[in-house]
Structures are given as C-alpha cells and as structure tokens.
C-alpha cells in the first residue's frame, strides 16, 4: 500500500511540472543572469551579516555596561549592608546585654545613679548617642551625647516626676553639678509606648536629635517584663544615622551617581548628595520625602520609582531598571532590607548608562572603518565567486533533463568548464530537472514519513491504550480481591456490605458518587439502600423513585446487562432523570449494571460522574457488572445470615415457650385434656390434688346426657374456632359436685378441654345469695321502720296542730309535717322499689306533687300541675334534699303564686344536660315574687331552705322572675360520705 501511494504521488508531480513547463520556458527570456543572481545575493548577504555584526557590537556593549552596572551596584550595595548591620546592630546588642544583665543580678535597674554610670560606659564602648531606661513608677535615666558635643546623665526621680535633671560627668561617668533641668514626659513618647503595646522590640520612627538639628537618629526599645510578664520598664537606644550619608558619599562613584536609603513611605533617610536629608522650616528641622529632595537626581529617581512600581511597598529583592532621567540613561537598581533587624528600608543606586558606556564608544569609532573595508573586498570576491559557480553546473544540463522526465538510471559526469562561458538559459533548465527530482523525492519521503508516523503514533496509543486497560484490569482484580476477603460481605449487614462496595468503586473509578437501588417486590418503586458521595464523604439512604414515572429509563435497563451512558445531554434514555436529579447534581455520564438474584432483576448499582462527559472503557462495565454480582451476594448473604437468626430465635422462642406453657400447665390447678372430636381422650394433665375431680383414664363412663352435651360443645369448638364455656353438675362416687368446662379448638380433629371442679365456688355463690337476700329483707324492714316513724311524727305534729288557734302557728306545723311525710315518701319509694340504695326519682315526684295537690284541695281545679321528669335514679345522699327542696319550691308556688282564685299551671321538669349534670326546673306563671323581696338574702324559711338545700347538693341555683316565677337547679348526685 505504501508503494502504490509513492508512485502516485510522482506520478502528480510529473504531470504537474510538465503542465508548468511550456509556460516557464516562455518566461526564461525575462529572467536575469545566474551570474547576476549570486553576485547580488552574495552582497545582500555580506550587507545583512555586517550590519548584523555592528547591531551584536553595539547590543554586546549596552549589554556589558548593563552587566557591569549590576556588578557595580551588588557591591554598592553590599557595602552599604555590611555598614547598615555593623552600625545598626549595636542599639539592639545593647539592649539584649542589658537585658541580660538585669535577668542575672548585675543590673540594678532601681539604683539610677549606678545605673547611668553603666550607660556612660556603654555609650563610650559602642559607637550609639544614648542609652536610657525608664519605668511606670515615673524613674528615667539616661547617658550618652546632647547638643553641643556634651556627654551628660540624665535622671528622673520618683519625688520629682517629668522633671529631667541633666548632670555632668568625667571621663569615668561619676556625676557633676546639675547642668540643668527640663520637664520630659517620656510616657506619651513613642519608644516608650509602643514597645509596650507591642510586647516586644521595636525601631521608633528616624526623628531629628532634640537641641541638634543637623542630627538624624533612630531609636531601639526592648521592654522588659519580670517572670510574671510583669513589665520592669522600657530600655531604649538612639543611634545617630546622619554619618551614613557621609559614608554613602565616599562610596560615590561620580558626582553624576546617586546612592540613597528610603523607608517603605517614601521618607528619605540617607544620601550620597550633598543635600541634606532633611529641611529646616519656621527653626524647627522636619524630614524629607525622597521626592521632595534638593538634589534632583535623588528626587527624579524617587519619582520614577513610585511611577514604575505605583507603591514602594511592592519591592522586596533585587529589582533593576534602565531608564532616562534627567535626558540621561541610568541603570537603577532596587532591594529591600533590615528584615533581619526589624527595619524595612529601601537601598536605590542610579547610574547614568553614558558614564559606562565610555570606553565602549571610543572602540567603536576604529571599529566602523575596518568594518567598510572588509565590506568592500568581500564584494569583490563574491563577484569572482560567482563565475567560478556558474561554469560547473552546465555540464549536468542534459543529464538532469534526462532524470526529470524519467531516465532514473542516467548518470552525470561532471566537468570543468572555463569561466568565461557562462550559459545561463541551460542553468535554469538544470534548476526546473532538480526542482523535479527534488520535488519527487520529497513528496515520496514525506508520504513514507507521514504514514510511518501514523503508525507509530497508533502502536503507541495501543499500547497506552493495553497499558491502561491493564492497570484497571490488575486495580479493577484487587478491589475485588480486597472485596472478596472483607467479611462485611459475608456477616449479614448488607448496608454496611453497599457502603463497603460504594466506597471501592469511588475510590478504584474515581467516581464522585456510587449509590446501590433495589426493587420491592412487586417492582413498582426503586429505593436507594446507600449512596456515597466523595464530596462530602457521607452515605445517605431512603430515596425512592417510582419505576412508573421513569418508563424509557427502567425500560433501558432491562434490554442491557449493563447501561452506558456518556453524556446524560444527548442520550434520551435518560431524558425523564434530566431535569429533576441528574442536571441539579452536575451528573454529565452514569455506568449503570443490573443486581440480578434467582435469576430476577432485584436493583441496580450506579455510576454518576460529575463535570465533563466520560467515556466508560470496557474494562469498568466489565468491573461494575462483577461489583453487581458482589452486591447479589452480600444480598444473599444478609438474607440467609437474618433467617439464621430468625431461626434460632424462633427456636429459642419455642424452647421458651413450650418451658412456659409446660409451667403453665403445670400450675393450672385444673384438669387439661385433649379430647378427640368424638370425645375419646388422648392425653391428659391432672392437677396437683387428683381426689379434686376423682378422674382416671379408665374411669367409668359418663352418663349419657352429659356425653351428648359434651359432644356438642367439642363440635361447636371445632366448627367456630371460639371458646365454649359450660357447667355441670355430676355424681361422682355419691359426692354432688359442680364442674366448669373450657373446651378451645386445637386443630380440625381435636380439642383441649379444661375441667374445674367449682363445687366450692358454687357452695359460696349460694351463701351469698342466701346472705343478701337476708339483708336485702332487713334494709326494707329498716326503711319502712322509718317510714313509720316518720308518719307516726307527722301524726303527732297533726293532733298537736287541733289545740292550736294561732293561725301562723298552724301553719308552721303543717309545712313541718309535709317536709317529713316528703323524707317519708323517700323511705316508702326505697322498700317498696327493686333498688335498695336508688330512689326512682320520677315516680317520686309524681307521688311528691300528688300529695301535695291533695293537701291544697283549694287549687286542684284552679292549678295544673305539669311534670315532665326523666327516669333517674338517684341516691339517698342526693334524694332527701333534692325532695325537700321540691316540696318547698311546689308549696310555695301554690300557697302564694295563685291568689284570688287565680288559674294557672305549675311544671316541674328534671332531666340530665350534655355534661351528665341534672337539672331540676320548677316553674309557674302565677304573680311571682314581688320586686321587693331578694330571694337571695330574705329571711323567709322556705326561701331560705331552698338556698340551704341548694348549697348543700352543690348546685347552682338561678331564679327568673320574668313571666311569674321560674327556679332552676344545675347538681350533681352527691357521693356517699362513710359515717361509721
């Protein structure tokens, strides 16, 4: 196949040049001389190498003056580093041997003469203005140089705070006279608080020396605190810094080079000018900004920088740049320091690029002219060059035509040709034969190349591709292998078995979410038993789809093993989970294979990928469907481990029970029997004492009536499946006795009969009878006694009421006779009613309004009595109230409501409410009470009986004096109060 490719491609290229040449030769004419030709390109040639010779001579000197400028520079710089640290070290060494004096004992910082002694000495030793101390109890002190190049102590006592008393000393620190003294509040100064607030060692702000105003310092405080971290005071250094610029001065290349150190704000803090790097205004000294700075080199290269970088607070390391300041090129260079001490400054060194450039442009001048000469004599040689170039070529001339179209095994020889015989036209013939072969050879070559390239890049991507599938393959078998070993899988929990699963397939599939589904039985609702998102590296369970809602889905899963989908977007099998689960979890691809079990469809474990599509390889469905086969065991597993268990508890259940019913049994002081449906004995349990029933399997038979009964309670036992309860009485052994039969249905052909002997039971049944129907007999002799006496009492209240002639009188005693006949017609209703401890409350009232009628004959015409009362039955605690109050109620009614012959109806209703409450009304249309009496506070005994009655049922008594008189009473039956 690769030998039919390259010969159609010559054979193109064959016909493509000789579709070109007739054309071409037609131009030949036009076209200028080889000669021409290599002379001119020789030239260009020679031109673009010389100018490119002078622009590398020039970039190579800018490039060593760049070079050479950051030599320079490094060793500025480093010059300035090791001055900075020697000179700036010495606060802070100070300030640790201080402090390391004071830990130890030596130091007695309360002793402030000694103390400034110690100062003085310092401040001699190390090359620093002044060493000073203060504490919160208001003691300062202080050594070291003032104005005016004088050495002084300075103390401040706690008897005279702020007040500073400068002393001088001699050349060993003892001290003088008082020089003078000023007042100095050192707790409002800066290196003083701040070291305190900061609780630790800090650099104050570069300020100008007090009384020196050519003098810049910087101070050092390192705070002191005991082993309680309770602060001791405040130690603290002043270093003058003005010496730096005269040292940044001698380092100072030229006057037209610059050297200055800048704080992150801007703030100038040395310079190798000789502008200082401050200003004086109004007398009193105040610092410069770099940018504001006399020497305009300083100030344009501040400048420049806050315009490059926007904020000085960017720079951190070296940082360099060539720029124009002043109309002049400078190299600047840029590096932070004093991390190592605790200062953030800024090193700046600009130097103008001319200054190093010098010694380049003078070489540059003799370079120039050699260069123009060389340039000249190298024409001259391509020129001959040329001719020497042309003769050879001629002799190829036909030997290329011959090759061009064809003659393959045609060789050229090649000969010298005198230099004067140019042919130009043959050369261009020449050039169109190798252009051919040229083009020939190159087509073939590439063609070759290109399919050798195809197919070494499709051996390499299968054997990535074999790499790959074996790297899953021997992943995929240990996974599986880790599965198979892990006893999850076979101890019965088959969630804890799906977590396991879950959790291998995300971690062997770099799966973001792995959930396992089963089906219920009747395959109409899918439940998710776990499913493991590696997000949150939780498991979740309980979601349910119906398999209704999703039909092209679970459809889809029932064609295919295995269900591949690489992206949920195209594939409509998925389109119905589309919108509401996949696309709000970003699921883009799902791997989904079938649980099968008995050779059913019982669920399936899912694959969602999360972010772009995925394409699922062979060796991952072949791997799920195998985790599937995994899960139907642990399914099977958990399911035979849980009916192990299910079967040891029910045998263990039934061993319980059976020890149970067997000590039930046991304990039955009854006779059980398993009787067959024909009454025929197969088994029995007797009780304790035998002699109870005197039975014996080979007793003598029952008599027939009894077994016919016996017989018919089995059957019905058996029939209906529900218990059959009988007694009977029996002779046996010429002993009466009574006998309680249970007979329950066990099974379609038997029974299990339980025989009581109630002999006893029945024995005390009749004594109790016999008893309550003696007391029974006694109670209604009691309430008839009663009721005797009562009408004995109202006999006499009767006779007495003949010898009395006082009308009110009389009175009083027949309303007194009524209210015990009332308690006596209660005692009648109880001996001769069915109800012992109950009055017929109905029959009572009837009874109750008919005597009273009787004994006002005056109304029975004019008054109509209207009852209207339910059937209660109320006790004795509750009667005899509840009927004196109706007497009261009713004689009131008739002896006051209907005067002067007046007709009318009086009714009296009792009934029960919806709360279970009784309710006694007793109304009449007569004239009522009159507006003047107040029935709740009246002194007259039958309204104030009917309160008394009334609070003593508990009841809630209301009058409605309208339309004549209507009285109603809500109670409830009152319970009986033991009295002995």
């Known amino acids: 196949m690769l030998k039919m490719l390259v010969h159609n491609l010559i054979k193109r290229g064959v016909c493509f040049w000789r579709r070109q040449r007739s054309d071409y030769v037609q131009s030949i004419s036009r076209k200028i001389s080889l000669r021409s030709f290599l002379v001119v390109f020789f030239v260009l040639q020679i031109s673009v190498v010389m100018l490119l010779l002078q622009w590398v001579t020039v970039w190579n000197g800018h490039q060593a003056s760049y070079n050479l400028a950051g030599i320079l520079h490094e060793e500025i710089i480093n010059n300035v580093t090791n001055l900075l640290e020697n000179y700036l070290r010495q606060p802070l060494l100070i300030n640790q041997m201080n402090h390391n004096a004071v830990k130890l004992g030596l130091l007695d910082l309360s002793d402030l003469e000694t103390t400034g002694r110690f100062f003085f000495q310092q401040s001699q030793i190390f090359d620093v203005s002044y060493i000073n101390f203060a504490n919160e109890t ?92 309770k602060l001791i005071g405040v130690l603290g250094v002043d270093q003058a810094i003005s010496d730096i610029s005269n040292f940044l001065q001698r380092l100072q290349v030229n006057q037209s080079e610059v050297v200055m150190i800048m704080e992150r704000s801007g703030m100038l803090v040395a310079s190798s000018s000789k502008s200082p790097s401050f200003e004086v205004i109004n007398g009193k000294p105040k610092r410069l900004a770099a940018v504001n700075s006399p020497d305009p080199l300083t100030q344009a290269t501040a400048q420049y920088l806050q315009q490059q970088l926007e904020n000085i607070q960017t720079i951190e390391s070296h940082q360099n740049f060539n720029t124009e300041l002043l109309g002049e090129q400078y190299f600047v260079n840029a590096s932070s320091w004093g991390e190592k001490l605790g200062l953030d400054w800024v090193l700046v060194v600009a130097t103008p690029e001319l200054d190093l450039m010098a010694g380049f442009y003078a070489r540059l001048k003799t370079i120039v002219p050699v260069s123009l000469v060389a340039f000249i004599l190298a024409i001259q040689l391509a020129i001959k060059i040329s001719r020497w170039l042309t003769a050879p070529i001629l002799s190829v001339h036909k030997a290329s035509l011959s090759v061009a179209y064809g003659n393959l095994d045609q060789t050229v020889p090649l000969k010298s040709i005198a230099p004067w015989l140019p042919n130009i036209r043959e050369l261009d013939e020449l ?70 699963i879950n959790e291998v397939v995300s971690q062997t599939l770099e799966v973001k979410q792995v959930s396992i589904w089963l089906l219920d039985d009747a395959h109409t609702l899918i439940r998710c038993v776990d499913c493991y998102r590696v997000t949150t590296d939780e498991h979740t369970q309980g979601l349910e789809l119906p398999v209704a809602d999703y039909p092209d889905y679970f459809q889809a899963l029932e064609n295919s093993r295995v269900l591949v989908i690489d992206n949920v977007h195209s594939d409509t099998r998925v389109k119905e989970l589309l919108q509401e689960y996949l696309m709000p979890l970003g699921i883009t691809s799902i791997l989904n294979a079938l649980i099968y079990s008995g050779g059913q469809i019982i669920g399936v474990i899912c694959l969602e990928h999360i972010g772009t599509p995925r394409t699922w390889t062979l060796e991952e469905q072949n791997f799920i469907a195998t985790l599937a086969d995994l899960v139907a065991l642990a399914l099977e597993a958990s399911e035979r481990v849980e009916a192990e268990r299910a079967h040891q508890l029910a045998q263990k259940a039934l061993q319980e029970s059976e020890t149970l019913n067997r000590a039930m049994l046991e304990a039955i002081p009854d006779l059980i029997m398993r009787v067959r449906r024909d009454g025929t004995c197969l088994d029995f349990i007797p009780p304790e004492s035998i002699d109870m029933v005197n039975f014996f399997p080979n007793d003598e038979p029952l008599p027939p009536n009894f077994l016919e009964q016996e017989l018919y309670y089995i059957n019905q036992a058996i029939l209906t499946g529900k218990l059959q309860v009988y007694e009977r009485q029996i002779l046996r052994y010429g002993e009466v006795r009574y006998e309680e039969l249970r007979i329950v249905s066990n099974g379609e052909e038997e029974v299990l009969m339980i025989v009581r002997d109630i002999t006893e039971r029945k024995q005390a049944e009749e004594q109790i009878k016999q008893s309550l129907a003696e007391k029974e007999v006694l109670l209604k002799e009691i309430h008839h006694r009663v009721k005797n006496n009562l009408n004995i009492i109202s006999n006499l209240l009767d006779l007495q009421s003949y010898s009395i002639t006082d009308e009110i009188l009389l009175h009083l005693f027949n309303d007194a006779k009524k209210r015990i006949q009332t308690m006596g017609l209660i005692h009648e209703q109880l001996y001769k009613g069915n109800h012992l401890g109950k009055v017929d409350f109905s029959e009572y009232i009837k009874q109750l309004v008919n005597n009273i009628f009787c004994s006002c004959q005056s109304n029975n015409n004019r008054v109509n009595p209207i009852m209207k009362v339910d059937a209660i039955l109320l006790n004795l605690e509750t009667a005899v109230p509840c009927g004196l109050l109706i007497n009261e109620l009713l004689m009131n009614a008739f002896k006051h409501g209907f005067p002067d012959q007046r007709v009318g109806k009086v009714q009296i209703a009792m009934f029960k409410d919806i709360n279970q409450k009784l309710v006694l009304e007793v109304c009449d249309n007569g004239i009522g009470i009159p507006s003047t009496v107040n029935w709740e506070t009246s002194n007259s005994l039958g309204l104030k009986l009917v309160r008394i009655l009334a609070k003593q049922l508990n009841g809630t008594l209301t009058f409605d004096t309208s339309n004549g008189t209507s009285i109603s009473l809500i109670f409830s039956e009152l319970k009986y109060k033991q009295r002995f």
């Open 138 to 229: 208001g003691e300062f002190v202080g050594a070291g140089m003032k104005g005016n190049n004088n050495i002084s102590i300075d103390i401040t006592t706690r008897s005279h705070p702020q007040i500073v008393y400068e002393y001088a000393v001699d050349y060993e620190g003892n001290l003088g006279d008082v020089r003078s003294t000023y007042a100095y509040d050192y707790k409002t100064e800066y290196w003083y608080t701040q070291p305190i607030k900061a609780g630790k060692a800090i650099w104050s702000d570069i300020y100008v020396c007090d009384g020196i105003t050519d003098i810049l310092a910087i101070s050092a405080s390192y705070p002191l605190y005991d082993d309680n971290q």
């Open 431 to 500: 050039a169109i034969a190798f252009n051919l072969m040229a083009a020939q050879l190159k087509i073939a070559f590439e063609a070759w190349a290109q399919m050798n390239q195809t197919l070494e890049e499709q051996v390499e991507e299968r054997t990535a591709q074999l790499q790959r599938s074996r790297r899953q393959l021997i992943a995929h078998n240990q996974a599986l292998i880790d599965l198979s070993k892990n006893k999850v899988l076979t101890q019965g929990d088959f969630l804890a078995a799906c977590q396991k």
